[in-house]
């Protein structure tokens, strides 16, 4: 029997089992699928939280202020300010197992350059900020300490600014932006990081020294207070562990929380929150395969 009379025969048992034939090719195209699924699922989970990895920073610790009350009613971490600017010094210069810490306060405000304007993120921080946070510079420098300390009126902005205040290619340091009427002149770019798996995008982000942000972009500066959350790196990653409790001892101590009192401010590590997500895309991966599993038992 040659090639051509198998394949006769084999379309005639097809035909008079249209059916069968059908549900067999269905149950192996599920199957096929599934596992093609299942494998672009888990390279696309591993590829997103290295992303955030590489965004956020590595070894890396958030820490959110308290929760207020209001009528009775708590608000989530974050909603009153309990972290204060010598809490962060103390987490700075105290702590062996803590490599640098910054703070992070957020605005949202038009930036305007000479003919054009932009809505972006205004960030008040430290220099150390770009440190811990992972950011390079593409173009210019960062600011410093000393302007810091002199409430300067320099930015470093984030090359989706750039693009849109000025056009691709464009080198905007020593530039004068505009932000809530007040100059800021451009000393630095910040190397590209694209979008958040959940599409934020990372360069739409205009940094500027944290007095000065308090004093000029700020609507109210609440003093001792970091209107904002704080991250801090670990010395290495097999002292993130260490550095979370050490970070949260030293802010019961100097909270003055005794034994029975809950925690005012919270410390989150940021590759327990990415392992999650990785957890979760694990169980989902288990569910495709065992749907190809049966989809292939019963289409062989």
Do not use: C
């Not at 069968?20 to 199957?31: F, K, N, P």
């Not at 000479?114 to 205004?122: K, M």
């Not at 002149?185 to 958040?196: E, L």
């Not at 982000?205 to 991250?231: E, H, K, M």
């Amino acid at each position: 029997m040659n090639l051509l009379e198998t394949l006769i025969l084999a379309l005639r048992a097809l035909l008079r089992s249209k059916t069968r034939s059908v549900l067999t090719a269905l149950g192996i195209i599920i199957g096929v699928g599934a596992v093609i699924a299942m494998v672009a699922i888990g390279d696309g989970a591993k590829a997103s939280v290295q992303k955030v990895f590489d965004a956020m920073g590595t070894n890396m610790l958030i820490i959110l202020p308290g929760s207020s009350r209001s009528g009775g009613a708590r608000g989530g971490f974050g909603s009153q300010p309990t972290i204060t600017w010598d809490d962060l010094e103390a987490i700075r210069t105290q702590l062996p197992s803590v490599r640098g810490a910054a703070p992070e306060m957020r605005s949202n405000a038009q930036v305007f350059s000479e003919d054009q304007n932009w809505n972006t993120s205004i960030i008040g921080t430290t220099t150390d900020y770009f440190i811990v946070r992972s950011w390079t510079m593409a173009q210019g420098a960062r600011f410093t300490d000393a302007d810091n300390e002199a409430g300067a009126k320099v930015a470093v902005m984030g090359q989706t600014v750039v693009d849109n205040l000025y056009g691709k290619g464009f080198n905007p340091v020593g530039q004068v932006i505009r932000i809530n009427k007040t100059p800021f002149t451009v000393v630095g770019v910040t190397a590209p990081k694209g979008q958040s798996p959940v599409g934020q995008d990372f360069d739409n982000t205009v940094f500027v020294p944290a007095t000065t942000f308090r004093r000029q972009v700020q609507a109210q500066s609440l003093g001792t207070f970091i209107t904002g959350a704080v991250f801090v790196q670990a010395a290495s990653g097999d002292l993130t562990a260490k550095a979370q409790a050490d970070v949260t001892q030293l802010l019961r101590e100097r909270h003055r929380l005794g034994e029975n009192d809950a925690d005012d401010f919270d410390v989150r590590n940021l590759a327990e929150v990415a392992s999650g997500q990785q957890q979760s895309t694990e169980t989902l991966s288990l569910l495709l395969a065992a749907i190809a599993a049966v989809s292939l038992v019963v289409g062989g």
